[in-house]
Protein backbone atom coordinates (compact mmCIF):
# COMPACT_ATOMS: atom_id res chain seq x y z
CA UNK A 1 0.00 0.00 0.00
CA UNK A 2 1.16 3.51 -0.37
CA UNK A 3 2.14 5.25 2.74
CA UNK A 4 0.80 8.33 1.92
CA UNK A 5 -2.89 9.07 1.72
CA UNK A 6 -5.29 10.84 -0.42
CA UNK A 7 -7.85 12.44 -0.15
CA UNK A 8 -7.51 13.32 4.09
CA UNK A 9 -10.91 14.18 5.30
CA UNK A 10 -11.69 15.25 8.97
CA UNK A 11 -14.68 14.31 10.62
CA UNK A 12 -16.99 16.63 11.78
CA UNK A 13 -18.74 16.48 15.41
CA UNK A 14 -21.85 14.35 14.46
CA UNK A 15 -21.02 13.08 11.28
CA UNK A 16 -18.78 9.97 11.30
CA UNK A 17 -18.32 8.92 7.54
CA UNK A 18 -15.33 8.40 5.56
CA UNK A 19 -15.53 8.21 1.76
CA UNK A 20 -12.41 7.86 -0.72
CA UNK A 21 -11.83 9.62 -3.38
CA UNK A 22 -13.75 7.86 -5.42
CA UNK A 23 -17.00 5.52 -5.26
CA UNK A 24 -16.16 3.12 -8.07
CA UNK A 25 -14.63 0.08 -8.10
CA UNK A 26 -12.15 -1.35 -10.48
CA UNK A 27 -12.95 -4.81 -11.84
CA UNK A 28 -10.28 -6.80 -12.90
CA UNK A 29 -10.41 -7.15 -16.75
CA UNK A 30 -9.71 -10.75 -18.40
CA UNK A 31 -6.78 -11.37 -20.40
CA UNK A 32 -5.47 -14.39 -22.06
CA UNK A 33 -3.15 -15.31 -18.74
CA UNK A 34 -6.71 -15.43 -16.52
CA UNK A 35 -9.23 -17.68 -15.66
CA UNK A 36 -11.95 -15.41 -16.15
CA UNK A 37 -13.96 -12.22 -14.98
CA UNK A 38 -15.98 -14.00 -13.11
CA UNK A 39 -13.01 -15.74 -11.22
CA UNK A 40 -11.46 -12.96 -10.43
CA UNK A 41 -14.34 -11.04 -9.33
CA UNK A 42 -14.73 -13.61 -6.94
CA UNK A 43 -11.38 -12.82 -4.98
CA UNK A 44 -12.88 -12.15 -1.88
CA UNK A 45 -12.78 -8.55 0.04
CA UNK A 46 -10.60 -8.62 2.98
CA UNK A 47 -10.08 -6.05 5.05
CA UNK A 48 -7.18 -5.72 7.43
CA UNK A 49 -7.76 -4.32 11.03
CA UNK A 50 -6.14 -4.57 14.58
CA UNK A 51 -7.61 -3.59 18.07
CA UNK A 52 -5.48 -3.35 21.14
CA UNK A 53 -6.25 -6.40 23.49
CA UNK A 54 -8.39 -8.96 23.73
CA UNK A 55 -11.88 -8.14 23.90
CA UNK A 56 -13.35 -9.32 27.70
CA UNK A 57 -16.60 -10.40 26.46
CA UNK A 58 -18.93 -10.18 23.09
CA UNK A 59 -22.48 -9.97 24.88
CA UNK A 60 -23.69 -6.54 24.25
CA UNK A 61 -25.36 -6.76 27.98
CA UNK A 62 -22.19 -7.67 29.57
CA UNK A 63 -19.09 -4.93 27.28
CA UNK A 64 -17.92 -2.07 28.66
CA UNK A 65 -14.90 -1.47 26.51
CA UNK A 66 -14.81 -0.03 23.07
CA UNK A 67 -12.68 -2.88 21.54
CA UNK A 68 -15.62 -5.22 22.36
CA UNK A 69 -17.83 -3.06 21.27
CA UNK A 70 -16.63 -2.67 17.94
CA UNK A 71 -16.37 -6.24 17.60
CA UNK A 72 -20.06 -6.57 19.21
CA UNK A 73 -21.16 -4.01 16.55
CA UNK A 74 -19.74 -6.54 13.57
CA UNK A 75 -21.73 -9.02 14.87
CA UNK A 76 -25.24 -7.86 16.17
CA UNK A 77 -27.81 -5.22 15.11
CA UNK A 78 -30.15 -3.41 17.43
CA UNK A 79 -33.15 -1.38 16.78
CA UNK A 80 -31.43 1.17 15.24
CA UNK A 81 -28.25 2.26 13.40
CA UNK A 82 -26.56 4.81 11.60
CA UNK A 83 -25.95 4.94 7.83
CA UNK A 84 -23.81 6.11 5.34
CA UNK A 85 -24.64 9.83 6.05
CA UNK A 86 -23.85 9.39 9.62
CA UNK A 87 -27.79 9.36 10.23
CA UNK A 88 -29.50 7.13 12.34
CA UNK A 89 -31.65 5.20 10.51
CA UNK A 90 -33.73 1.81 11.24
CA UNK A 91 -32.16 -1.12 11.18
CA UNK A 92 -33.63 -4.44 12.60
CA UNK A 93 -36.49 -2.32 13.04
CA UNK A 94 -38.01 -1.40 9.86
CA UNK A 95 -40.25 1.54 11.43
CA UNK A 96 -41.51 3.00 14.96
CA UNK A 97 -43.60 5.66 16.12
CA UNK A 98 -43.53 7.53 19.52
CA UNK A 99 -46.47 9.03 21.67
CA UNK A 100 -46.67 12.96 21.00
CA UNK A 101 -45.14 12.96 25.08
CA UNK A 102 -42.19 10.83 23.95
CA UNK A 103 -43.18 8.29 26.68
CA UNK A 104 -44.03 5.17 24.50
CA UNK A 105 -42.44 3.57 21.28
CA UNK A 106 -43.40 1.10 19.28
CA UNK A 107 -41.27 -0.87 16.94
CA UNK A 108 -41.68 -2.78 14.18
CA UNK A 109 -39.48 -5.89 13.82
CA UNK A 110 -38.38 -6.49 9.93
CA UNK A 111 -40.18 -9.49 9.11
CA UNK A 112 -36.75 -11.22 7.19
CA UNK A 113 -34.39 -10.38 10.29
CA UNK A 114 -32.75 -13.61 11.14
CA UNK A 115 -30.21 -14.78 13.87
CA UNK A 116 -26.75 -15.81 12.48
CA UNK A 117 -27.97 -19.72 12.49
CA UNK A 118 -31.63 -18.59 10.87
CA UNK A 119 -33.51 -18.47 13.47
CA UNK A 120 -36.37 -15.33 12.65
CA UNK A 121 -35.24 -11.82 15.32
CA UNK A 122 -38.64 -11.54 16.91
CA UNK A 123 -39.63 -8.68 19.55
CA UNK A 124 -39.49 -11.29 22.32
CA UNK A 125 -36.04 -11.51 21.65
CA UNK A 126 -35.57 -7.81 22.71
CA UNK A 127 -37.67 -8.50 25.85
CA UNK A 128 -35.88 -11.18 26.99
CA UNK A 129 -32.42 -9.18 26.68
CA UNK A 130 -33.72 -5.95 28.29
CA UNK A 131 -35.19 -7.93 31.21
CA UNK A 132 -31.91 -10.01 31.51
CA UNK A 133 -30.04 -6.82 31.46
CA UNK A 134 -31.49 -5.15 34.19
CA UNK A 135 -31.64 -8.51 36.40
CA UNK A 136 -29.20 -7.46 39.33
CA UNK A 137 -27.53 -11.68 38.49
CA UNK A 138 -26.37 -10.50 35.15
CA UNK A 139 -23.98 -7.36 36.92
CA UNK A 140 -24.34 -5.28 33.92
CA UNK A 141 -22.35 -1.86 34.42
CA UNK A 142 -24.43 -0.41 31.51
CA UNK A 143 -27.99 -1.25 32.97
CA UNK A 144 -28.47 1.97 34.05
CA UNK A 145 -29.19 3.02 30.37
CA UNK A 146 -32.01 1.08 30.63
CA UNK A 147 -33.30 3.23 33.67
CA UNK A 148 -35.56 4.85 31.21
CA UNK A 149 -37.67 1.89 30.64
CA UNK A 150 -40.48 2.32 33.32
CA UNK A 151 -39.26 -0.35 36.56
CA UNK A 152 -36.25 -1.04 35.11
CA UNK A 153 -34.52 1.08 37.81
CA UNK A 154 -36.92 -0.59 40.56
CA UNK A 155 -35.88 -4.58 38.96
CA UNK A 156 -32.22 -3.92 38.89
CA UNK A 157 -31.75 -2.25 42.24
CA UNK A 158 -34.03 -4.84 43.57
CA UNK A 159 -36.89 -2.89 44.63
CA UNK A 160 -39.25 -4.34 41.86
CA UNK A 161 -39.98 -7.52 39.52
CA UNK A 162 -39.06 -8.30 35.76
CA UNK A 163 -42.88 -8.18 35.28
CA UNK A 164 -42.76 -4.48 36.29
CA UNK A 165 -40.48 -3.52 33.10
CA UNK A 166 -42.00 -1.76 30.63
CA UNK A 167 -41.08 -3.53 27.91
CA UNK A 168 -43.24 -6.05 25.99
CA UNK A 169 -43.92 -8.12 22.72
CA UNK A 170 -47.21 -6.97 21.26
CA UNK A 171 -47.02 -9.50 18.78
CA UNK A 172 -43.37 -11.45 17.10
CA UNK A 173 -42.49 -8.58 14.93
CA UNK A 174 -43.82 -5.38 17.56
CA UNK A 175 -42.01 -4.40 20.74
CA UNK A 176 -43.73 -1.75 23.05
CA UNK A 177 -41.53 0.23 25.01
CA UNK A 178 -43.03 2.30 28.10
CA UNK A 179 -40.79 4.76 29.76
CA UNK A 180 -40.83 6.18 33.13
CA UNK A 181 -40.82 10.05 31.74
CA UNK A 182 -40.69 11.96 28.48
CA UNK A 183 -37.32 10.70 26.52
CA UNK A 184 -37.03 12.18 23.56
CA UNK A 185 -33.83 10.43 23.14
CA UNK A 186 -34.82 6.91 23.34
CA UNK A 187 -34.85 6.15 19.82
CA UNK A 188 -30.81 7.42 19.56
CA UNK A 189 -30.71 4.83 22.97
CA UNK A 190 -31.91 2.00 20.88
CA UNK A 191 -28.46 2.20 18.90
CA UNK A 192 -26.51 1.03 22.26
CA UNK A 193 -25.26 -2.14 22.60
CA UNK A 194 -27.35 -2.77 25.81
CA UNK A 195 -30.41 -2.42 23.44
CA UNK A 196 -29.59 -5.04 21.19
CA UNK A 197 -31.65 -8.38 21.21
CA UNK A 198 -30.31 -11.84 22.28
CA UNK A 199 -30.84 -15.43 21.01
CA UNK A 200 -32.40 -16.66 24.72
CA UNK A 201 -31.27 -20.69 24.22
CA UNK A 202 -27.91 -19.83 22.83
CA UNK A 203 -27.43 -17.13 26.35
CA UNK A 204 -29.34 -19.74 28.81
CA UNK A 205 -27.56 -22.80 27.35
CA UNK A 206 -24.09 -21.82 27.79
CA UNK A 207 -22.80 -19.13 30.39
CA UNK A 208 -19.78 -18.93 27.99
CA UNK A 209 -21.53 -17.87 24.70
CA UNK A 210 -19.92 -14.98 24.50
CA UNK A 211 -16.21 -16.01 24.48
CA UNK A 212 -15.53 -18.00 21.69
CA UNK A 213 -16.35 -17.42 18.17
CA UNK A 214 -18.25 -21.36 17.51
CA UNK A 215 -20.76 -20.48 20.16
CA UNK A 216 -21.55 -17.02 19.18
CA UNK A 217 -25.06 -16.20 17.63
CA UNK A 218 -25.81 -12.78 16.74
CA UNK A 219 -27.53 -10.71 14.06
CA UNK A 220 -25.15 -8.58 12.71
CA UNK A 221 -23.92 -8.14 9.08
CA UNK A 222 -21.07 -10.57 10.34
CA UNK A 223 -20.35 -13.29 11.40
CA UNK A 224 -17.60 -14.67 13.97
CA UNK A 225 -15.91 -17.46 12.05
CA UNK A 226 -12.85 -17.69 14.23
CA UNK A 227 -11.50 -16.06 17.71
CA UNK A 228 -7.72 -17.15 18.81
CA UNK A 229 -7.63 -16.02 21.71
CA UNK A 230 -5.29 -12.98 22.37
CA UNK A 231 -4.12 -12.73 18.81
CA UNK A 232 -6.68 -12.80 16.22
CA UNK A 233 -10.38 -12.42 15.43
CA UNK A 234 -12.03 -13.09 11.83
CA UNK A 235 -15.49 -12.35 10.77
CA UNK A 236 -17.15 -13.73 7.58
CA UNK A 237 -20.21 -12.07 5.69
CA UNK A 238 -23.13 -13.19 7.64
CA UNK A 239 -25.75 -14.48 4.47
CA UNK A 240 -28.69 -14.74 7.16
CA UNK A 241 -28.63 -11.01 7.44
CA UNK A 242 -31.39 -8.60 6.27
CA UNK A 243 -29.68 -6.58 4.46
CA UNK A 244 -26.39 -8.71 2.92
CA UNK A 245 -26.51 -6.90 -0.39
CA UNK A 246 -25.03 -3.67 1.18
CA UNK A 247 -22.13 -5.58 2.89
CA UNK A 248 -19.53 -5.48 0.49
CA UNK A 249 -16.33 -7.02 2.88
CA UNK A 250 -16.29 -10.97 2.36
CA UNK A 251 -13.79 -11.04 5.69
CA UNK A 252 -12.51 -9.40 8.24
CA UNK A 253 -8.93 -10.06 9.70
CA UNK A 254 -8.89 -8.31 13.04
CA UNK A 255 -4.97 -8.82 14.88
CA UNK A 256 -4.64 -8.20 18.83
CA UNK A 257 -1.72 -5.83 18.96
CA UNK A 258 -0.48 -3.83 22.67
CA UNK A 259 1.92 -2.23 21.13
CA UNK A 260 0.95 0.89 18.84
CA UNK A 261 4.60 1.14 17.47
CA UNK A 262 4.18 -2.41 16.26
CA UNK A 263 0.20 -1.66 15.06
CA UNK A 264 1.74 1.23 12.91
CA UNK A 265 4.59 -0.36 11.73
CA UNK A 266 2.28 -3.25 10.17
CA UNK A 267 0.29 -0.43 8.97
CA UNK A 268 3.21 1.38 6.95
CA UNK A 269 3.99 -1.77 5.42
CA UNK A 270 0.82 -2.48 4.24
CA UNK A 271 -0.47 -5.53 6.29
CA UNK A 272 -3.09 -3.21 8.38
CA UNK A 273 -5.29 -1.19 6.33
CA UNK A 274 -5.72 1.39 9.07
CA UNK A 275 -3.30 3.25 12.09
CA UNK A 276 -4.44 4.66 14.91
CA UNK A 277 -8.25 5.12 15.66
CA UNK A 278 -10.79 3.79 16.44
CA UNK A 279 -8.79 0.74 15.76
CA UNK A 280 -5.45 1.82 17.79
CA UNK A 281 -3.84 4.58 19.26
CA UNK A 282 -0.84 6.36 17.11
CA UNK A 283 2.36 6.82 18.89
CA UNK A 284 2.97 10.36 20.02
CA UNK A 285 6.45 10.56 17.98
CA UNK A 286 4.49 9.78 14.28
CA UNK A 287 1.84 12.47 14.56
CA UNK A 288 4.23 15.89 13.74
CA UNK A 289 5.29 13.77 10.24
CA UNK A 290 1.74 13.07 9.54
CA UNK A 291 0.85 15.91 10.02
CA UNK A 292 3.60 17.76 7.63
CA UNK A 293 2.59 15.30 4.94
CA UNK A 294 -1.36 16.17 5.17
CA UNK A 295 -2.13 12.13 6.03
CA UNK A 296 -3.61 12.87 9.47
CA UNK A 297 -7.25 12.67 10.25
CA UNK A 298 -8.71 13.03 13.28
CA UNK A 299 -12.02 12.16 14.43
CA UNK A 300 -13.78 14.56 16.85
CA UNK A 301 -16.47 12.57 18.80
CA UNK A 302 -18.04 13.48 21.51
CA UNK A 303 -16.06 12.22 24.23
CA UNK A 304 -14.18 13.83 27.97
CA UNK A 305 -10.63 12.58 28.93
CA UNK A 306 -9.93 13.17 32.52
CA UNK A 307 -8.10 12.14 35.97
CA UNK A 308 -10.91 10.24 38.15
CA UNK A 309 -9.95 10.74 42.01
CA UNK A 310 -10.87 7.69 44.35
CA UNK A 311 -12.85 9.95 47.07
CA UNK A 312 -13.55 7.36 49.19
CA UNK A 313 -10.29 7.43 51.07
CA UNK A 314 -7.47 10.19 52.21
CA UNK A 315 -6.14 12.21 50.41
CA UNK A 316 -8.55 12.42 47.96
CA UNK A 317 -12.08 12.11 49.90
CA UNK A 318 -11.32 16.13 50.53
CA UNK A 319 -12.34 18.24 48.10
CA UNK A 320 -10.03 21.06 47.98
CA UNK A 321 -6.94 18.39 46.89
CA UNK A 322 -8.67 17.54 44.18
CA UNK A 323 -9.40 20.74 43.53
CA UNK A 324 -5.75 21.32 43.94
CA UNK A 325 -4.69 18.90 41.73
CA UNK A 326 -7.12 19.90 38.99
CA UNK A 327 -6.33 23.35 39.18
CA UNK A 328 -2.66 22.54 38.49
CA UNK A 329 -2.98 20.70 35.14
CA UNK A 330 -1.39 22.85 32.90
CA UNK A 331 -3.46 21.47 29.64
CA UNK A 332 -2.81 23.91 27.05
CA UNK A 333 0.73 21.92 27.34
CA UNK A 334 -0.61 18.81 27.07
CA UNK A 335 -2.47 19.20 24.23
CA UNK A 336 0.17 21.13 22.57
CA UNK A 337 3.23 18.74 23.43
CA UNK A 338 1.24 15.84 24.06
CA UNK A 339 -1.69 15.25 22.24
CA UNK A 340 -0.71 17.20 19.40
CA UNK A 341 -3.81 17.21 17.65
CA UNK A 342 -5.35 20.68 18.38
CA UNK A 343 -8.13 19.17 20.40
CA UNK A 344 -9.76 22.28 23.15
CA UNK A 345 -9.09 22.20 26.85
CA UNK A 346 -11.80 20.46 29.07
CA UNK A 347 -12.86 22.88 31.57
CA UNK A 348 -15.78 20.91 32.36
CA UNK A 349 -17.34 17.50 31.95
CA UNK A 350 -20.04 17.55 29.10
CA UNK A 351 -18.61 18.60 25.79
CA UNK A 352 -18.92 22.43 24.99
CA UNK A 353 -20.96 20.73 21.91
CA UNK A 354 -23.69 19.57 23.87
CA UNK A 355 -24.36 23.47 25.00
CA UNK A 356 -24.71 23.40 29.22
CA UNK A 357 -21.78 25.67 29.65
CA UNK A 358 -19.05 25.62 26.58
CA UNK A 359 -16.98 27.84 28.29
CA UNK A 360 -16.62 26.21 31.51
CA UNK A 361 -16.89 25.92 35.23
CA UNK A 362 -12.89 26.84 36.27
CA UNK A 363 -9.19 27.90 35.04
CA UNK A 364 -5.89 26.54 35.63
CA UNK A 365 -4.85 28.95 38.73
CA UNK A 366 -1.37 27.64 40.51
CA UNK A 367 -1.51 30.16 43.14
CA UNK A 368 -5.09 29.01 44.52
CA UNK A 369 -3.65 25.16 43.66
CA UNK A 370 -1.07 25.93 46.21
CA UNK A 371 -3.54 27.41 49.04
CA UNK A 372 -6.43 24.76 48.67
CA UNK A 373 -3.86 21.78 49.10
CA UNK A 374 -2.51 23.63 52.25
CA UNK A 375 -6.12 23.98 53.33
CA UNK A 376 -6.68 20.38 52.14
CA UNK A 377 -3.79 19.17 53.78
CA UNK A 378 -4.28 20.65 57.29
CA UNK A 379 -8.70 19.72 56.86
CA UNK A 380 -7.29 16.34 57.17
CA UNK A 381 -4.62 16.84 59.76
CA UNK A 382 -2.16 15.95 57.08
CA UNK A 383 1.87 17.81 57.94
CA UNK A 384 3.53 15.62 54.89
CA UNK A 385 1.51 14.67 51.84
CA UNK A 386 0.92 11.04 51.78
CA UNK A 387 2.36 8.69 49.16
CA UNK A 388 -0.24 8.69 46.04
CA UNK A 389 -0.21 7.18 42.73
CA UNK A 390 -1.57 8.08 39.14
CA UNK A 391 -2.87 4.37 37.39
CA UNK A 392 -2.94 4.51 33.57
CA UNK A 393 -3.56 1.50 30.75
CA UNK A 394 -0.30 1.00 28.30
CA UNK A 395 0.07 3.34 25.21
CA UNK A 396 2.80 5.78 24.38
CA UNK A 397 0.22 8.20 24.54
CA UNK A 398 -1.01 7.85 27.88
CA UNK A 399 2.43 7.05 29.36
CA UNK A 400 3.74 10.92 28.03
CA UNK A 401 1.09 11.98 29.36
CA UNK A 402 1.34 10.41 32.62
CA UNK A 403 4.99 11.82 32.61
CA UNK A 404 3.68 15.19 32.02
CA UNK A 405 0.93 15.35 34.47
CA UNK A 406 3.79 13.66 37.00
CA UNK A 407 5.86 16.61 36.60
CA UNK A 408 3.30 19.69 36.56
CA UNK A 409 2.58 18.51 40.01
CA UNK A 410 5.43 18.33 41.23
CA UNK A 411 6.29 21.74 39.95
CA UNK A 412 3.17 23.18 41.10
CA UNK A 413 2.57 21.42 43.77
CA UNK A 414 5.76 20.00 45.56
CA UNK A 415 4.35 16.75 45.38
CA UNK A 416 5.85 13.40 43.90
CA UNK A 417 3.15 11.12 41.86
CA UNK A 418 4.29 7.42 41.74
CA UNK A 419 3.16 6.62 38.10
CA UNK A 420 1.91 2.77 37.47
CA UNK A 421 0.97 1.63 34.41
CA UNK A 422 -1.07 -1.81 34.43
CA UNK A 423 -1.95 -3.97 30.85
CA UNK A 424 -5.55 -3.21 29.59
CA UNK A 425 -7.93 -5.61 31.43
CA UNK A 426 -6.10 -5.13 35.09
CA UNK A 427 -6.60 -1.40 34.61
CA UNK A 428 -10.48 -2.05 33.68
CA UNK A 429 -10.41 -3.77 36.68
CA UNK A 430 -8.50 -1.50 39.07
CA UNK A 431 -10.72 1.41 37.97
CA UNK A 432 -14.15 -0.76 38.13
CA UNK A 433 -13.51 -1.86 42.05
CA UNK A 434 -12.01 1.48 42.95
CA UNK A 435 -8.39 0.05 43.53
CA UNK A 436 -6.51 3.53 43.25
CA UNK A 437 -5.62 6.91 44.02
CA UNK A 438 -5.96 8.71 40.87
CA UNK A 439 -6.44 7.26 37.21
CA UNK A 440 -6.84 7.81 33.98
CA UNK A 441 -10.47 7.55 32.49
CA UNK A 442 -11.57 9.11 29.00
CA UNK A 443 -16.20 8.43 28.30
CA UNK A 444 -16.98 9.02 24.59
CA UNK A 445 -21.09 9.53 24.30
CA UNK A 446 -23.18 6.97 24.49
CA UNK A 447 -26.01 9.04 22.90
CA UNK A 448 -25.93 12.63 22.17
CA UNK A 449 -27.37 14.56 25.37
CA UNK A 450 -25.83 15.54 28.46
CA UNK A 451 -27.45 13.34 30.92
CA UNK A 452 -24.96 10.62 29.35
CA UNK A 453 -22.05 12.19 31.04
CA UNK A 454 -23.96 13.13 33.92
CA UNK A 455 -26.35 10.33 35.33
CA UNK A 456 -23.37 8.21 35.77
CA UNK A 457 -22.66 10.02 39.15
CA UNK A 458 -25.92 9.47 40.21
CA UNK A 459 -25.50 6.82 42.75
CA UNK A 460 -22.23 5.84 44.63
CA UNK A 461 -22.39 1.99 43.37
CA UNK A 462 -23.04 2.90 39.17
CA UNK A 463 -21.02 0.78 37.06
CA UNK A 464 -19.60 3.74 35.66
CA UNK A 465 -19.35 6.47 38.62
CA UNK A 466 -14.99 5.36 39.03
CA UNK A 467 -14.61 8.36 41.55
CA UNK A 468 -17.29 6.09 43.80
CA UNK A 469 -18.92 9.89 44.33
CA UNK A 470 -22.57 10.55 45.43
CA UNK A 471 -23.91 14.17 46.31
CA UNK A 472 -27.80 14.03 47.26
CA UNK A 473 -28.82 17.64 45.55
CA UNK A 474 -26.47 16.36 42.47
CA UNK A 475 -28.72 12.94 42.79
CA UNK A 476 -32.14 15.16 43.28
CA UNK A 477 -31.14 17.23 39.81
CA UNK A 478 -30.65 14.02 37.57
CA UNK A 479 -33.90 12.64 38.88
CA UNK A 480 -35.64 16.68 38.60
CA UNK A 481 -33.97 16.43 35.06
CA UNK A 482 -35.50 12.91 33.96
CA UNK A 483 -39.23 14.06 34.68
CA UNK A 484 -39.10 17.55 32.76
CA UNK A 485 -40.39 18.29 29.76
CA UNK A 486 -39.84 21.92 29.19
CA UNK A 487 -36.82 20.98 27.44
CA UNK A 488 -34.97 24.73 28.53
CA UNK A 489 -36.00 24.24 32.06
CA UNK A 490 -34.36 21.05 31.42
CA UNK A 491 -31.14 22.07 30.53
CA UNK A 492 -31.01 24.68 33.19
CA UNK A 493 -31.71 21.65 35.87
CA UNK A 494 -28.08 19.75 34.27
CA UNK A 495 -26.18 22.95 34.24
CA UNK A 496 -26.93 23.27 37.82
CA UNK A 497 -25.78 19.29 38.48
CA UNK A 498 -22.52 19.74 36.37
CA UNK A 499 -21.51 22.96 38.42
CA UNK A 500 -22.12 20.73 41.66
CA UNK A 501 -19.90 17.79 40.00
CA UNK A 502 -17.20 20.66 38.93
CA UNK A 503 -17.37 22.05 41.99
CA UNK A 504 -16.64 18.81 43.88
CA UNK A 505 -14.29 17.45 41.51
CA UNK A 506 -14.27 13.90 41.66
CA UNK A 507 -12.95 13.96 38.44
CA UNK A 508 -10.53 16.32 36.31
CA UNK A 509 -11.38 17.07 32.86
CA UNK A 510 -8.75 17.49 30.69
CA UNK A 511 -9.14 17.86 26.97
CA UNK A 512 -12.48 16.88 25.07
CA UNK A 513 -11.43 14.23 22.76
CA UNK A 514 -9.77 13.75 18.84
CA UNK A 515 -8.69 10.80 17.77
CA UNK A 516 -6.05 10.62 15.35
CA UNK A 517 -5.74 7.97 12.63
CA UNK A 518 -4.30 7.82 8.95
CA UNK A 519 -6.03 5.06 6.37
CA UNK A 520 -4.99 2.72 3.49
CA UNK A 521 -6.78 4.88 0.43
CA UNK A 522 -7.92 2.26 -0.94
CA UNK A 523 -10.49 1.38 2.04
CA UNK A 524 -13.53 3.22 1.00
CA UNK A 525 -17.21 4.08 3.10
CA UNK A 526 -16.28 3.08 6.30
CA UNK A 527 -17.81 4.56 9.09
CA UNK A 528 -17.05 5.96 12.27
CA UNK A 529 -20.05 6.25 13.99
CA UNK A 530 -21.05 10.20 15.16
CA UNK A 531 -20.26 9.34 18.84
CA UNK A 532 -17.00 7.16 18.48
CA UNK A 533 -16.44 3.49 17.28
CA UNK A 534 -16.36 1.46 14.47
CA UNK A 535 -18.49 -0.17 11.61
CA UNK A 536 -17.25 -2.24 9.33
CA UNK A 537 -21.14 -3.11 7.80
CA UNK A 538 -20.62 -0.60 4.45
CA UNK A 539 -16.37 -0.63 4.20
CA UNK A 540 -14.97 -2.40 1.12
CA UNK A 541 -11.11 -2.42 -0.05
CA UNK A 542 -10.91 -1.28 -3.84
CA UNK A 543 -8.52 -3.63 -5.79
Not at 55 to 70: E, K, N, Q
Not at 461 to 466: F, L, R
Amino acid sequence: MKKALACATGLALLFGILTGCSTSQGTAQPNENSQSGAAAEAKPMVLHWSINSEPPSLDPGIAVDADSFDMIYAAFEGLTSYDLNGELTNATAESFTASPDFTKYTFKIRPDAKWSNGDPVTAHDFVYAIKRNLDPKTASEYAYQLYYIKGGEEYNTGKGSADDVGVKALDDHTVEFTLKSPTPFFRELTFFPTLFPLHQKTVESNPQWAAEAATIVGNGPFIMEEWEHKVKIAFVKNDNYWDKENVKLDRLEISMIDDNNTAFSMFENGDLDWGGYPASTLPPDVIPSLKDAGTLMVASNPGTQSVVFNTTKPPFNNKKIRQAFSYSIDRQAIIDNILQTGVPAAYGWVPSSMGLKPEGFFKEDPQKAKQLLEEGMKELGLTTFPSVTYTFDTTDMNKKLAEALQDQWKQTLGVDVKLYTAELKVYRDMRSQANFDMIRFQWGADFNDPINFLEMFRDKTGGNNHPDWEHPKFKELIDQSYSEPDLEKRKQILLEAETILMEEMPLAPMNFRGNPYVKNDKVKDFVIFPLGGAYFKYASVAE
